[in-house]
Structure formats: structure tokens, C-alpha cells
């Protein structure tokens, strides 16, 4: 008589939170700020990194000022993984463990399989977007740039208007669906060490059952790390690990029995 073996049964993906306010992302704003004081500022490493990316975007404009615009692009398509060290500080100081920053250096290795394949994901989505926006701004231009001023002052004419709508309804498809993608995949990955596309398609179903609250998380970042790049690189420094922190509260927020995880 044989017996049957019941093959393990796989984890189901992590339950929703069912309600989260409107008002939940300056909670996770203000959350962020006291996890950034609490570590005593250790996150000011990640966000000195930040502002070294930032300058070599200047800095390769200067040569290839046709990859400008992607590669900013890409600075945000890579943000949930180079913020990965700031998760794991907030996740160290919610745990009560000794916080560390050298241990947020290293902590991928968790779960390296999946972050790698996630960051390999969203390095395709950069590179692809990087080509398409080169391709974009061939058809837009009808001389060279030899400046900053005089490229945007021409993206921006009214005879380029037909440019700017494509440029910023191609951008905004792919920024919506890396957003989509990322809301919590990393801090998912590095709490719960859940597979690649559990945590991708945790993240979006976090999006569609609370777009408002996510959108305006969206907005938000925008508008802080966008400010930091328009404004002044130097204020990344702060601006990025806040961001950070608040995005670990965002994932604790919104992924339901997060409590749960190992």
C-alpha cells in the first residue's frame, strides 16, 4: 500500500491592509523623519550616495546631453533598491536591535536572489526607457544643445508642443508602471524574504486597492527628490532617506499582518 506525498503547499501572497486613510502619507512622512533621527542619522549615507548620483547625471550632460532626461528617469526607477539600506535601518530600530549601519549595507543577502532579480527588473526598465527617450528627443530636435538653457528653451517652444505631450505621456506610462511595481516590493522582499513576483504582485494590488493614498505617496516623492534635483543636489541628503524611512511605514501600512514578518 503506498501513501501518497503532498507536495508543500507555497505561501499565498500577503494579505492587503483593508483600510488605509487619505491622510496616511504624511503619517508615514512624519514616521520617517523619527526613524531618521532615531538611527541617529545613519541614513545621511544613503542620501550622500543620492546626491553623488544626482551630480554624475549633471555631470554626464555635459557630454551626452541626450541621455539626460533618461537617466533621471532612472534615478527614480532605482530608488526602492538603493533604499534598500534604509528599510533594513528602520526595520533594525522597529525590531529593538542594535542599529547598524554596516549591517544595512549588507542586508540584500537576505534575500539576494529575489532583490537581484527585482533590481535586474527595474534596470531593463531604465535602460529601455534611457533608448526611448533618446529616440524621442531625435525627432524633436532640429539642432544641436549646446546648453541646458538652450535645450529646454526649445523642448518647451510652442512649436515642440507636440513633443513635450508624447514625452510626458510615454514617461508617465513608465513611471506608473515601475511605481506599481515597487511600492513595497523591496521592503517586502527584505522583511518577509518573499520570491520576485510575489512581491511585484503584492505591490500592485497595494496600488489598486488604495490608489489614493499610493498616488499621493507617488506625488509626494515626486515633489521632494524632484525639488532636490531642480533646487539643489545637496538637499538629497536629507530628502532621500526620509523617503526611505517613510516608504518602510508605507509597506507596514499597507501590506495587512505585517507584523508577521521573519
Known amino acids: 500500500m503506498s ?3 503532498t507536495p508543500p503547499t507555497r505561501p499565498g501572497p500577503p494579505p492587503i491592509a483593508a483600510m488605509v ?6 503619517r508615514w512622512l512624519a514616521l520617517g523623519w523619527d526613524d531618521l533621527r532615531a538611527t541617529k542619522f545613519r541614513g545621511l549615507f544613503y542620501g550622500l550616495l543620492f546626491a553623488l548620483m544626482g551630480t554624475a547625471i549633471r555631470s554626464i550632460y555635459e557630454t551626452q546631453w541626450q541621455l539626460t532626461m533618461g537617466l533621471t528617469a532612472g534615478f527614480f526607477l532605482l530608488g526602492p533598491f538603493v533604499c534598500t539600506g534604509l528599510y533594513e535601518l528602520s526595520r533594525q530600530r522597529e525590531r529593538g536591535e542594535p542599529v547598524s549601519l554596516a549591517k544595512s549595507l549588507v542586508c540584500w543577502r537576505r534575500n539576494l536572489g529575489a532583490i537581484a532579480f527585482f533590481a535586474a527588473i527595474l534596470t531593463f526598465a531604465m535602460i529601455v526607457w534611457a533608448r526611448v527617450s533618446v529616440v524621442l528627443f531625435a525627432l ?22 507636440e513633443f513635450v505631450a508624447l514625452w510626458a505621456a510615454v514617461g508617465f506610462v513608465f513611471a506608473s508602471l515601475v511605481f506599481a511595481i515597487s511600492v513595497v516590493s523591496v521592503p517586502l522582499m527584505l522583511d518577509r524574504r518573499t520570491d520576485t513576483m510575489m512581491a511585484v504582485f503584492s505591490s500592485a494590488r497595494a496600488l489598486a486597492t488604495h490608489p489614493g493614498p499610493v498616488y499621493l505617496w507617488a506625488l509626494m516623492i515626486v515633489v521632494l527628490i524632484g525639488a532636490s534635483l531642480v533646487l539643489w543636489l545637496g538637499l538629497l541628503v536629507v530628502t532621500a532617506p526620509l523617503v526611505g524611512h517613510a516608504t518602510w511605514h508605507a509597506y507596514r501600512s499597507l501590506i495587512g499582518d505585517a507584523a508577521a514578518g521573519g
Not at 486613510?21 to 504624511?26: C, F
Not at 532640429?142 to 546648453?147: A, N, Q
Open 140 to 161: 524633436a530636435s532640429t539642432t544641436e544643445f549646446p546648453t541646458m538653457r538652450g535645450m529646454f528653451a526649445q523642448i518647451v517652444s510652442p512649436e515642440n508642443f
Open 21 to 26: 486613510p487619505l491622510s496616511a502619507p504624511r
Open 3 to 5: 501513501t501518497a506525498v
